[in-house]
Structure formats: C-alpha cells, structure tokens
C-alpha cells in the first residue's frame, strides 16, 4: 500500500481513490461531510471494495 496524498488534519470532504498496481482495477468514495469514518480497503482478486462506518469516534483523532 502506498499513499499518494496526506491524510487530512480536519474533517471535511474527502475523497479515496484505490487503484490496484498493474491494473484496470480501481475505486473511489467521498465522503462529503464531517463526521469521522473507518474504512477498510478489501482487494478480492477480480475488484476492489471500500467498506465505510460513520460510527466512529471522532475523539480518537484529535
């Protein structure tokens, strides 16, 4: 994994775009509003997944 970008110091609009190395594979989600997200990058072989919750708790970033 390598990223292009730095992560964001506040919250915000945001947007993740995975493209998989040698591929036609790729996918992006944004996230347009201020609460605090995980996501998980799956890489199933064939595609690629982003799975997001907002439940987060937004005190561990700070």
Not at 15 to 32: C, L, P
Not at 36 to 51: A, F, K, P, Q, S
């Amino acid at each position: 994994m390598e990223l292009d970008d730095a992560l964001p110091d506040r919250q915000g609009t945001i947007t993740i775009a995975t493209t998989i190395a040698g591929t036609d594979i790729s996918e992006e989600t944004t996230f347009d509003d201020d609460n605090c997200y995980d996501v998980i990058v799956e890489y199933t072989g064939d595609n690629v997944v982003h799975w997001q919750s907002g439940s987060s708790d937004c005190d561990a970033f700070q």
